[in-house]
């Protein structure tokens, strides 16, 4: 799979879920996924998964919760996992 983060710079969309995904399976995301990327910030991440772009990615969950509530999330492309 493809799997885009954040921003570098970020806590919640690149810090946290790259020690997570090392944690769970001992590597870092660079050698799990096929592809890396950041896409720059929270609502630029969603797009770019809802585009095809990437197949997964890590949001902050209140950026979430904000793109749910404002109609642009499109449920059958995006999904919590």
Request: charged fraction near 25%.
């Amino acid at each position: 799979m493809t799997f885009t983060f954040d921003s570098k710079h970020s806590a919640s969309g690149r810090l946290m879920p790259e020690y997570f995904i090392r944690k769970a399976l001992g590597k870092p995301p660079a050698e799990v996924f096929q592809r890396v990327g950041f896409g720059g910030d929270h609502s630029k991440t969603l797009d770019f998964i809802q585009s095809g772009k990437y197949q997964a990615g890590a949001v902050n969950y209140k950026v979430w919760e904000n793109e749910q509530n404002a109609g642009k999330v499109d449920d059958s492309k995006l999904q919590v996992i």
